[in-house]
């Protein structure tokens, strides 16, 4: 913004005064202003006459938080004073990480979403809509903001939110709430970020229906004139930000792979529920196998939901075969997919997607399977047939790993690795506690969203939170220290083994994935070795002599810095 600047002292320099200073989060204090403060920016008379410190306000805060009756009012609340006061929110989101990321994050950010237009209050982001494509120039002209002032932007068209479906304008929501993990854990400076919504209209009827609603009240806009959007809103946003990273956001898996192949080798960009999940699945995966004492490339994978995510986990678990000995087709042939289809066989050939196509099943493999009444293989059919060692839920169907089908698969192989990711919490496939007690405690489990230990025959469980929040932050700080020019494969790759690396297994009850207490720490390493990567992919415009120390210089850190008037 350009009435707010940063000195080489460290400082921020504005030429606002009164009352407008306490109007912008980035730069308003409330009471922890000091009198010098006060009275250089023109604040007299306009705060109660105590000053707190940061700390003592984040103790409010918290109580204040506490307070709200349940967790779509926190979630409010804490919008709220990120609005209000931007330093304060991280200072209390980070230190509360635990406690408050399921507030901000997955899953009453689902709820959050669902509610957008009714607990509206003020703006935050940038909203494009398809029916204004020549105005996306405005909007980001109206943010004031020069250059070399954004390192990231996170967009979504809100096609597949979670799996919560289409949500339109409130997948702002996501964006907000992803850009929040991103400071929270890597430290990505909040000033520099932007959430982007692209309105492209809903299919929600409820959504349409509601004369509350208060985003473009029409269905959704496909084909040609979504194409041109997307173009504009890349091409607009990189003649603003040259730098700045693209991350693309729960939309619909037909764009989402559309984009991914326009733009994935030519700008800064990806797709987190394709790439940023395919990460830390392959990571929880790489511990699991650890623990198995087989191969990767000697199990034999279902995987229960083949959309973005899904599919996502598949070509990366594929990529690390191929790494492991196979070849491509063989590889390939590790996987079983199913859609609302049932499982894919070539009988869908002319029906998937393209991204689907690698894992169909061929018709002769399933010749004497067993169809339901609508001839299509079940899940539970597959997993009795194929006996799998390795399960994914990337549906979006709560429940969907039955007690019957989880003791089928426990039948078959010592040590099951089930791994339900769906997202917010009621639309996981399974419970771990279930999963624990259907497999005699054997079952190696990871899931999307928090769930609390299990304690099973005396032994207490961590579950694993196999969350693309574990790579995302990482892998933006790790492309903004080098600017990277692309992101590539190998850079997925070292997130995930960072990952793998900082679990303890020796710990009993350990979970495959590390504690969300350490979100921060993983990161940090997720970003260091991203940076490599960059640098010996050939990728990386900077090439830092001491990655680590470029690193954790680059983080932002909650605290107040001076303010000085200009
Ligand atoms: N843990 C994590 O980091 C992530 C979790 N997810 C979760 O994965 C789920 C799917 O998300 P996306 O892949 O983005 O959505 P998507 O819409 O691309 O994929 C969902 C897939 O599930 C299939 N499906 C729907 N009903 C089914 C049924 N009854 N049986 C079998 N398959 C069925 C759909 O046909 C589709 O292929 C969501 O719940 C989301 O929250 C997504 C990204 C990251
Ligand atoms: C975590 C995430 O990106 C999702 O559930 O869509
Ligand atoms: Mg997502």
């Known amino acids: 913004m350009n009435n707010v600047k940063k000195t080489k002292e460290g400082y921020l320099e504005t030429t606002l005064t009164g009352k407008d200073v306490l109007s912008i989060p980035t730069l308003n204090k409330g009471v922890a202003f000091s009198e010098e403060e006060r009275q250089e920016l023109g604040l007299e008379g306009l705060l109660p006459p105590t000053v707190l410190t940061l700390e003592q306000q ?44 399921p507030v901000v994050y997955t899953p009453t950010v689902g709820e959050a979403i669902q509610e957008y237009s009714h607990e509206y209050r003020r703006p935050h982001g940038v909203y494009l809509s398809i029916d204004n494509i020549d105005g996306i120039e405005k909007a980001f002209e109206n943010l004031h903001a020069t250059a070399g002032d954004i390192d990231l932007i996170v967009a979504t068209d809100s096609e597949s939110i979670l799996g919560i479906g289409d949500w339109g304008v409130g997948g702002i929501n996501i964006a907000i709430g992803k850009l929040a993990v991103y400071t929270a854990a890597a430290g990505i400076d909040p000033s520099r970020v932007i959430p982007v919504v692209l309105d492209v209209g809903t299919n929600n009827e ?19 004139k979504y194409e041109e959007f ?11 930000f040259p730098k700045a990273l693209l991350h693309w956001e729960d939309l619909g898996n037909k764009n989402a792979r559309n984009i991914m192949k326009k733009y994935n080798d030519k ?60 070849s491509e087709e063989e590889a390939n042939n590790a996987f079983w997919t199913l859609d609302y289809r049932g499982l894919l066989t070539d009988q869908f050939e002319d029906e998937v997607l393209d991204f689907q196509k690698p894992y169909l099943r061929s018709s002769d493999e399933v010749s004497g399977w067993a169809r339901d009444e609508k001839g299509q293989i079940s899940f539970a ?6 006996k799998p060692t390795i399960l994914i839920g990337t549906s979006g169907q709560g429940g969907a790993f039955t007690e019957e089908i989880i003791k089928e698969m426990a039948a078959h192989t010592e040590r099951p ?34 769930f609390d230990n299990v304690e099973y025959n005396g032994i207490e469980h961590e579950i694993g939170q196999s969350n693309n929040a574990f790579v995302f932050p990482g892998l933006g700080l790790g492309s903004i220290v080098t600017e990277s020019k692309i992101i590539t494969k190998g850079m997925f790759v070292a997130s995930a083994n960072a990952i793998a690396e900082m679990v303890d297994h020796e710990k009993p009850g350990a979970g495959l994935l590390p504690s969300i207490d350490k979100l921060q720490e993983v990161s940090i390493q997720v970003a260091i070795e991203v940076a490599k990567a960059a640098i010996e992919d050939g990728v990386a415009r900077k090439t830092p002599d001491n990655i680590e120390q470029a690193v954790k210089d680059a983080m932002w850190i909650p605290e107040y810095k001076k303010i000085v008037r200009a």
């Open 267 to 326: 700008i800064l960009t990806f797709n987190d529920d394709i790439q940023g999940t395919g990460a830390i699945t392959l990571a929880g995966v790489l511990a699991a196998v650890k623990k198995t004492g087989t191969k990767l490339k000697d199990h034999r994978v279902v995987i229960f939901g083949a959309g973005s995510a899904g599919i996502g986990i598949a070509d990366q678990m594929r990529d690390t075969m191929v790494l492991e000995g196979l």
């Open 381 to 386: 059919e597959t997993v009795r047939r194929v």
């Open 417 to 450: 690795v089930i791994m339900p990711m769906s997202n917010p919490t009621p639309l996981a496939e399974a419970v771990p506690e279930d999963l624990f007690k259907w497999t005699d405690g054997r079952a190696l489990v990871a899931t999307g969203s928090p």
């Open 206 to 224: 409820k959504l349409l229906n509601d004369p509350l609603y208060i985003g473009n009240h029409h269905k959704r806009v496909q084909g040609e």
């Open 58 to 101: 984040a103790e409010r805060a918290y109580k204040q938080f506490l307070a709200q009756p349940d967790r779509l009012r926190q979630n409010v609340y804490l919008s709220d004073l990120q609005n209000r006061n931007e330093v304060l929110f991280y200072k209390l989101l980070t230190d509360k990480l635990r406690e408050m990321l």
């Open 230 to 240: 997307i173009d504009a809103y890349v091409k607009t946003a990189l003649k603003f």
